[in-house]
T-cell receptor, first 112, second 112 residues
């Protein structure tokens, strides 16, 4: 079944460093979204990028989308301990009436 | 405007019992989705509902699981005769359109 794949599965960095997470998918999409999930909590929507967009920014977040390679990346600049969480990409597939298909996530650990 | 409200947050059921999970969407949102998350995994789509209608239930197990979103009141995900494998976090999301979804904090079901 269609599923986003995040890479790496886990990432550990020090506060102040940048964190880059990648997501690949298999079929055509309407949009791709990134979510954050703190341990044991719900998901927080971070950013949505549409299939006709190549890059979007939101605060310390930068998302790119390459539809030719069917991949996206999430960059968190100047990371903070509070950024420690799991990050998921989710694709809104073309013609699927809005359901999101999630990847397995990248677990980010930011240490002081 | 309160966010998506799910209750209970934690639910413990013995094998064979019924589990009822409730979701109140954000005000003005007519689209409701249910997802299931197993430990260390991403979210898996279960069902998409609009008021009084099931739009897409392609992710629902064929037996024991049902969902509804009545004209009045919250959306209900019902699991009959629960088994250990049903233990998971169940997330509800709502949206005003078919793009960005807002997630609740989830219900963590434990079957003992």
């Amino acid at each position: 079944s269609q599923q986003g794949e995040e890479d790496p599965q886990a990432l550990s960095i020090q506060e102040g460093e940048n964190a880059t997470m990648n997501c690949s998918y298999k079929t055509s999409i309407n949009n791709l979204q990134w979510y954050r999930q703190n341990s044991g909590r719900g998901l927080v929507h971070l950013i949505l990028i549409r299939s006709n967009e190549r890059e979007k920014h939101s605060g310390r977040l930068r998302v790119t989308l390459d539809t030719s390679k069917k991949s996206s990346s999430l960059l968190i600049t100047a990371s903070r301990a509070a950024d420690t969480a799991s990050y998921f990409c989710a694709t809104h597939l073309t013609g699927t009436a809005s359901k999101l298909t999630f990847g397995t996530g990248t677990r980010l650990q930011v240490t002081l | 405007n309160a966010g998506v409200m799910q209750n209970p947050r934690h639910l413990v059921r013995r094998r064979g019992q019924e589990a009822r999970l409730r979701c109140s969407p954000m005000k003005g949102h007519s689209h409701v989705y249910w997802y299931r998350q197993l430990p260390e995994e991403g979210l898996k789509f279960m069902v998409y509902l609009q008021k009084e209608n099931i739009i897409d239930e392609s992710g629902m197990p064929k037996e024991r699981f049902s969902a509804e979103f009545p004209k009045e009141g919250p959306s209900i995900l019902r699991i009959q005769q629960v088994v250990r494998g049903d233990s998971a976090a169940y997330f509800c999301a709502s949206s005003p359109t078919v793009t960005e979804a807002f997630f609740g904090q989830g219900t963590r079901l434990t079957v003992v």
